[in-house]
């Protein structure tokens, strides 16, 4: 993915603008993009945004402090890299976004005297990210006043429509623009390079709904067309009837409203509490109805990670455990709400959990097999075939059992599991998982079946190639042995103990005539018969033991006729 980026950087400096904007539209346009193609957020975001503590007052002494303590605490280290500056940085009158010389929003100086390049300046200096917020549309001011768009002979009043407005939560007043004029395209690549500039690498865009489609295609070209990589991010609550646009044009989208309770005691419900577990909780049924729409490059956002803070933030430890295990489970961005400054021990230790991290940057969704009354049960394969495991009590008293068979999971056959929150071994589990949990408590396991695999294609291969014409194999191919006596494919299997192991080697032979092979590992040979399957497409599992010593063990299957051997797709082991 570096290299598609690197091409992506390459492409957007050798452009003119107008060819970038025109180029970039052919590839939003074609219906076969599925993801986002701009090259970033091939893993979910991790950091810091100042909406859910810092609220409507944010400044530069602030937001260098929660960067301060991002790197302080740990958090970078572990990841957690963006420093969002959310709403409520720009200034209003009684028209609205006070704007500058162009038409776009004027910072506040009196919260940000340094100004956004040197705050940006200040995050990169740190190693972290700077992220940024803008909603659709063109202030009332920039229109009064008739501003010229930067770069055009166009002005404010050429590309407004002042018949509506934009869905804005600060100063409102927020036109919307004429997309089919020229003008306007020009006005949001003036805003974003002025972004660009200042060093932003994470954009918000707020306020998005299903009548904003043109304004967030064009922001998307306007982020493209700086050349700079800007994350792009859409809120809120969007629609998931246009799932497939969110995912055309961004890396992540909102699914729902504020996780927010705004149940503080400060001006509209600010400070803490910050959240609610039914808000917290509500996000299961966004993630079960999303989960399809997640993959490298574009995310299902749950909104911010209300954990920092202990108890305070309006959520129990149990509770804050299974906020972190869903988003990790949910492959959402993780942003956190909270006070970096004010971090507790407990919640440290939650956030800087590499095992729950690795769940979720391994960038799959889970999805919901268990929805019963309290009771839930996720899952997701990974891509090395471990099974992600979560059970849930969403309930506020009472203990809860909760149980998954490794069938619903997706597998079958025994499997090792490891308990993810304290990473202790839980031992080799037969064919199914049950936990007693507390109210708001979650349980989060790493199944391994025992049975590895070892593709042909893989394997080390005298006499052989790797072919693909016979449909049914896995991996991407099958070895077809050169019709000679001593073509052969060599395993390296791999045992954590001595003893013996089973294996199935899986094979199709279309002729009619026995293929024998001999099996040899260490002192041990055995002779296998390998006759006809009926087709070449018609594969079948030859099952064996050999003694296997503990560490790397080469397996080789040799043909004894000049027939050669039979097709060979892979080598199932289940260790000793
Ligand atoms: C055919 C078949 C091959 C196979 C070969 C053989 O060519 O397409 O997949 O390996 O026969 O007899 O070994």
């Known amino acids: 993915m570096r290299a598609v980026l690197a091409a992506l950087l390459l492409a957007c400096t050798c452009l003119t603008v107008p060819a970038a904007v025109s180029a970039d539209s052919a590839v939003s346009a074609d219906p076969t993009v599925s993801f986002s193609d701009n090259g970033l957020s091939i893993r979910p975001a991790m950091g810091w945004s100042s909406w859910s503590f810092v609220r409507r007052w944010p400044d530069e002494a602030k937001m260098r402090a ?17 420093v969002n500056l959310d709403d409520f940085f720009q200034k209003c009158d009684a028209n609205g976004f006070v704007v500058d010389s162009f038409g776009r929003w004027a910072v506040d100086t009196a919260k940000f005297p340094s100004g956004i390049k040197a705050l940006a300046d200040y995050v990169h200096a740190k190693g972290l990210k700077f992220g940024f917020y803008v909603t659709p549309g063109i202030a009332r001011n920039a229109v009064t006043a008739n501003r010229p768009i930067e770069g055009t002979s166009y002005h404010a009043q050429d590309i407004a429509d002042t018949t509506q407005t934009h869905k804005n939560y600060n100063c409102k007043n927020m036109y919307r623009l004429d997309h089919a004029h020229p003008g306007t395209q020009a006005f949001i690549n003036s805003w974003a390079n002025q972004m660009a500039s200042w060093g932003v690498d994470y954009l918000k865009i707020d306020g998005v709904d299903a009548t904003t489609v043109a304004d967030v295609e064009a922001w998307d070209r306007a982020l493209r067309q700086t050349g700079r990589p800007i994350n792009f991010a859409l809120s809120n609550n969007l629609p998931i009837a246009q799932a497939a646009t969110w995912r055309r044009l961004a890396n992540s989208w909102r699914t729902q409203g504020d996780v927010e309770c705004y149940c503080g005691p400060g001006p509209n419900g600010s400070g803490f509490p910050l959240t609610d577990w039914a808000h917290v909780v509500s996000r299961f049924n966004s993630a079960a109805s999303w989960q399809q729409y997640a993959g490298p490059g574009g995310w299902n956002d749950y909104d911010s990670l209300q954990i920092g803070n202990g108890d305070q933030v309006g959520l129990t430890a149990d509770q804050r455990r299974s906020h972190m295990t869903h988003w990790a489970m949910a492959a959402s961005p993780l942003l956190l709400g909270t006070d970096l400054t004010a971090l507790t021990s407990v919640d440290l230790a939650i956030l800087r959990n590499d095992r729950l991290i690795a769940v979720n940057q391994d960038g799959v969704a889970a999805q919901r097999i268990v929805n019963s009354g309290v009771n839930q049960v996720w899952r997701k394969r ?18 809860s059992t909760v149980s998954v068979t490794w069938s619903q999971a997706g597998f079958t056959g025994p499997a090792a599991v490891t308990n993810l929150w304290s990473g202790a071994s839980e031992g080799t589990v037969t064919s199914s998982y049950s936990a007693t949990l507390r109210p708001g408590e979650t349980r989060l396991i790493r199944a391994r079946p025992n049975v590895q695999r070892y593709e042909a294609e893989g394997a080390t291969i005298s006499q052989g190639t790797v072919d693909s014409n016979h449909a049914g194999f896995s991996g991407t191919g099958f070895v077809n042995y050169t019709n000679v006596t001593g073509s052969y494919v060599e395993f390296t299997v791999n045992a954590t103990a001595a003893g013996t192991a089973t294996l199935t080697l899986r094979h199709a032979n279309g002729t009619t005539a026995d293929r024998p092979m001999t099996i040899t590992t260490g002192d041990t040979t055995l002779t296998l018969g390998f006759p006809g399957t009926g087709a070449w497409t018609t594969w079948a599992n030859a099952t064996f033991t050999l003694p296997l010593t503990a560490g790397a063990n080469t397996v080789r299957a040799t043909a004894t006729t000049d027939g050669g051997g039979p097709n060979v797709d892979y080598l199932d082991v289940t260790p000793p």
Not at 66 to 82: N, P, R, T
């Open 382 to 399: 990974e891509a090395n075939g471990d099974y992600v495991i979560a059970l849930y009590n969403t309930g506020t008293s009472g203990n």
């Open 66 to 82: 929660q960067a301060d303590a991002l790197v302080s605490s740990g958090l970078a280290a572990k990841g957690y890299v963006h």
